[in-house]
């Protein structure tokens, strides 16, 4: 039996749907030097062909020389990574739940379809309710859960930090605080692990003016109503998540160990409902997950993660999984 190493590519990466949160991806790959091969993949042939001509385009001030073209599903067979941003998008005022079942069967196509290229690689979906959708991709590929990887809280993280850095105006890159659970509305944010470099943020507030404990909650409602706020002004959101899928491909690609809070399979970690994909911090490399980082919660902060838990494990069984 062939091992990942002899049926894959390294540094290629194909995309599944063009559409504004793919090209994103896209764009932030091309403009980061990530990748030396890109394929792009959708239903509608053309837009891919016009999205791939308009991304060649910027090769002379790129930082690195890429392939990139159009293709098709047989393209996924050497493929290390394959994105799947395909599904219909989420509406104003729909929670990324009521997207659930217009997405399933989208999802579970798409990866019949990349599977029968003989795609050996790692899976990487972006397609909303993330968790929900991971768990219908792995499901349909029949891949070790290791090399399935959802978005999952990576976004909301992102903004969670950015948030604090605002706050406080400490450069972003120095704030380490996780949004863990399910990619939506019972999300949370692990407030006893976040620190400002390696000082615990509940000493930063005791000890600058910026920001004080009553603003830990407003911090946490503009996250995770960000989506809602985009959406709600521009219909939808995509250049944070492009260049959020970047962070993780990169981490793939470079095989880096990096912490990332992405939507894994859970087996047992943190003493929550086992067999569903949920937000948790990881480490990641370029099999995948190599393991999931388990964090000392505090009582609230387990409650919150059981509860979240339990709702995506309850999606689950509404599906038949």
């Given at each position: 039996?062939?091992?990942?190493?002899?049926?894959?590519?390294?540094?290629?990466?194909?995309?599944?749907?063009?559409?504004?949160?793919?090209?994103?991806?896209?764009?932030?790959?091309?403009?980061?030097?990530?990748?030396?091969?890109?394929?792009?993949?959708?239903?509608?042939?053309?837009?891919?062909?016009?999205?791939?001509?308009?991304?060649?385009?910027?090769?002379?001030?790129?930082?690195?020389?890429?392939?990139?073209?159009?293709?098709?599903?047989?393209?996924?067979?050497?493929?290390?990574?394959?994105?799947?941003?395909?599904?219909?998008?989420?509406?104003?005022?729909?929670?990324?739940?009521?997207?659930?079942?217009?997405?399933?069967?989208?999802?579970?196509?798409?990866?019949?379809?990349?599977?029968?290229?003989?795609?050996?690689?790692?899976?990487?979906?972006?397609?909303?309710?993330?968790?929900?959708?991971?768990?219908?991709?792995?499901?349909?590929?029949?891949?070790?859960?290791?090399?399935?990887?959802?978005?999952?809280?990576?976004?909301?993280?992102?903004?969670?930090?950015?948030?604090?850095?605002?706050?406080?105006?400490?450069?972003?890159?120095?704030?380490?605080?996780?949004?863990?659970?399910?990619?939506?509305?019972?999300?949370?944010?692990?407030?006893?692990?976040?620190?400002?470099?390696?000082?615990?943020?509940?000493?930063?507030?005791?000890?600058?003016?910026?920001?004080?404990?009553?603003?830990?909650?407003?911090?946490?409602?503009?996250?995770?109503?960000?989506?809602?706020?985009?959406?709600?002004?521009?219909?939808?959101?995509?250049?944070?998540?492009?260049?959020?899928?970047?962070?993780?491909?990169?981490?793939?690609?470079?095989?880096?160990?990096?912490?990332?809070?992405?939507?894994?399979?859970?087996?047992?970690?943190?003493?929550?409902?086992?067999?569903?994909?949920?937000?948790?911090?990881?480490?990641?490399?370029?099999?995948?997950?190599?393991?999931?980082?388990?964090?000392?919660?505090?009582k609230k902060e387990q409650s919150q993660l059981d509860h979240s838990a339990a709702l995506l494990r309850d999606y689950l069984d509404q599906l038949g999984y």
């Amino acid at each position: 039996m062939k091992s990942q190493a002899d049926t894959i590519k390294k540094n290629k990466v194909a995309i599944i749907g063009t559409g504004m949160v793919g090209m994103s991806y896209a764009y932030a790959l091309l403009n980061q030097g990530i990748a030396n091969e890109l394929v792009l993949i959708d239903i509608d042939k053309e837009r891919a062909e016009g999205e791939a001509m308009d991304l060649n385009h910027g090769l002379a001030v790129a930082p690195r020389k890429m392939n990139i073209f159009a293709g098709d599903y047989e393209d996924c067979k050497d493929a290390h990574v394959v994105v799947i941003a395909a599904g219909v998008s989420q509406k104003p005022g729909e929670t990324r739940i009521d997207l659930l079942k217009r997405n399933a069967a989208i999802m579970t196509t798409v990866v019949q379809e990349i599977m029968k290229s003989g795609f050996n690689g790692i899976i990487l979906v972006a397609t909303n309710p993330v968790d929900i959708l991971t768990y219908v991709a792995w499901k349909a590929s029949s891949l070790p859960n290791s090399r399935v990887i959802g978005s999952g809280t990576s976004l909301d993280t992102a903004r969670l930090r950015f948030e604090i850095a605002k706050k406080i105006n400490i450069s972003v890159k120095n704030i380490h605080a996780y949004i863990m659970g399910e990619h939506g509305d019972t999300e949370f944010v692990c407030w006893s692990n976040a620190n400002v470099g390696a000082k615990p943020l509940v000493d930063v507030i005791e000890s600058m003016e910026e920001i004080d404990f009553d603003d830990l909650h407003e911090i946490h409602k503009s996250v995770k109503n960000a989506a809602y706020e985009i959406i709600d002004r521009k219909k939808a959101t995509y250049y944070g998540i492009g260049m959020t899928l970047v962070s993780i491909t990169a981490a793939i690609l470079n095989d880096e160990n990096r912490i990332i809070p992405v939507s894994v399979y859970n087996g047992g970690t943190y003493g929550i409902a086992n067999d569903l994909y949920i937000g948790l911090p990881a480490v990641i490399n370029g099999e995948g997950v190599h393991h999931v980082v388990e964090i000392k919660l505090n009582k609230k902060e387990q409650s919150q993660l059981d509860h979240s838990a339990a709702l995506l494990r309850d999606y689950l069984d509404q599906l038949g999984y």
